[in-house]
């Protein structure tokens, strides 16, 4: 199992931006992916961005060229920096590990921190 605790988030203006961070409880070799996903009020928790340990990443269309994922394997922690942000990328988020040991998968969540973006 994988304890993931996220930091970051709170209140930006249109335009601004902000990094989410995510650190997790072992080394992030070991972590098939790593992910980020939100959750607007009403609305599924949709996938935002994602990247594997070969460093292959994808996005969400509507966060393409504004949102990076990107892994710092020596803290153990990967971020999410959002540029550009709109109000419509309102929602919690979610830090989001898969896990694969044993033959078995393991699906892990962080704690969620609300980004709110809003004049």
């Known amino acids: 199992q994988v304890q993931l605790v996220e930091s970051g988030g709170g209140l930006v203006q249109p335009g601004g931006s902000q990094r989410l961070s995510c650190t997790t409880s072992r080394s992030i070799f070991t972590i098939s992916v790593m992910a980020w996903y939100r959750q607007a009020p009403g609305k599924q928790r949709e996938l935002v961005a994602s990247i594997t340990t070969g460093t292959i990443t994808n996005y969400a269309d509507s966060v393409k060229g504004r949102f990076t994922i990107s892994v710092d394997n020596a803290k153990n922690t990967v971020y999410l920096q959002m540029n550009s942000l709109k109000p419509e990328d309102t929602a919690v988020y979610y830090c989001?590990?898969?896990?694969?040991?044993?033959?078995?998968?393991?699906?892990?969540w962080g704690q969620g921190a609300q980004v709110t973006v809003s004049s």
């Open positions: 989001n590990s898969i896990l694969i040991e044993g033959g078995l998968r393991y699906i892990n």
